[in-house]
């Protein structure tokens, strides 16, 4: 960890972000984490967006981590958005990723060695950054034998103990991420929990181990846990149904004998609207984001890259 008294030690004229060559703004978006300034959490944190926009890291994104491990440490307020940011950042650049280059390498070994420090927050008062954190464990086998079982006993008590629905759900899935028998041997009681929300990961968990042709009687308890889970944040746990965006078809091409049409897409979005309301299912209307905006379409159907920033923003509100 580095405290903000040492981001003037970094030459940070020399790197870059997402956004351009000169990360010499990012400073100021750090030290904004830090500051009272009436803003939620949320908001503060977005900013971080340019260290790693479009799911790629810079070298303005490593030198910055050591300090938002800092500042998740330190500053409660924004603690569960840092450490969820941390735990979304290293995910899939892992060792056994297919695809790693060594920024990606070297973005995972930058969070691990700040994960000790982290992992106090796992029994943190506030359920939001217990649910980061447990984010976070499954990293912990890759820092010694002693902490994966310290974190995997923690991760244990989390599941069996912690108030909160959403945190054992997600506390279940870790364990499971750590240590491959507890879809087995936990997975398989937990279907029967009282908390629907636990019942529809450890559906999920057991019809992952269990491959197609997926068993009826596991399918059918995502079905009712997934209908009975309270929402979240105005959005369901788990079960999020995206519609279609908006397509120009003057501009789209024939597919192997598919041809896109704005009238199929619009029949599929009214389909999808209803299904989702008469099985308890969160929609997600993807079409008004982009509606008129052809210049947002690669080819009248694929966003470009400002049509992705367009989408982002539209599912970030919906998310508030």
Do not use: Q
């Not at 960890?1 to 030690?9: Q, V, Y």
């Not at 500053?75 to 920024?103: K, M, N």
């Not at 909160?164 to 279907?191: P, Q």
């Not at 209803?274 to 690669?298: K, M, Q």
Request: with cysteine; charged share 30%.
């Amino acid at each position: 960890m580095r405290p903000p008294e040492e981001l003037d030690s970094v030459d940070w004229a020399s790197l870059r972000h997402g956004m351009r060559a000169d990360a010499s703004n990012v400073p100021r978006i750090i030290r904004a984490l830090y500051a009272d300034d009436g803003r939620s959490a949320r908001e503060r944190v977005r900013s971080l967006w340019v260290l790693n926009c479009w799911a790629e890291v810079y070298s303005a994104t490593l030198a910055a981590i050591p300090f938002l491990a800092h500042a998740a440490a330190h500053v409660p307020a924004v603690r569960a958005e840092l450490i969820r940011w941390l735990a979304d950042i290293a995910d899939g650049r892992g060792p056994g990723s297919t695809e790693r280059g060594d920024a990606d390498a070297a973005v995972f070994d930058l969070v691990l060695a700040e994960l000790p420090a982290l992992l106090r927050f796992l029994e943190d008062p506030d359920p939001e950054t217990r649910r980061a954190v447990v984010c976070l464990t499954p990293l912990a086998s890759l820092v010694g034998e002693d902490v994966g079982k310290d974190v995997g006993d923690r991760l244990a008590r989390r599941y069996e103990e912690d108030p909160d629905g959403m945190v054992r759900a997600d506390a279940l899935s870790a364990l499971a991420a750590l240590r491959r028998d507890v879809v087995r041997r936990w997975a398989a009681g937990a279907v029967t929990d009282p908390e629907p929300l636990v019942r529809e990961r450890a559906a999920v968990l057991l019809l992952e181990e269990a491959g197609t042709p997926y068993p009826a009687d596991l399918v059918e308890v995502l079905a009712e846990a997934s209908a009975h889970a309270p929402p979240r944040d105005g959005l369901l746990s788990l079960l999020v149904v995206a519609g279609p965006s908006w397509l120009d078809e003057d501009r789209t091409r024939a597919y192997e004998g598919l041809r896109f049409t704005r009238v199929r897409a619009l029949a599929l979005r009214t389909f999808l609207r209803a299904w989702c309301g008469a099985n308890h299912i969160n929609h997600l209307d993807l079409w008004e984001p982009l509606r008129e905006r052809s210049d947002l379409l690669v080819d009248g159907l694929h966003p470009t890259a400002e049509g992705h920033r367009a989408l982002y923003e539209h599912l970030d509100a919906l998310g508030r």
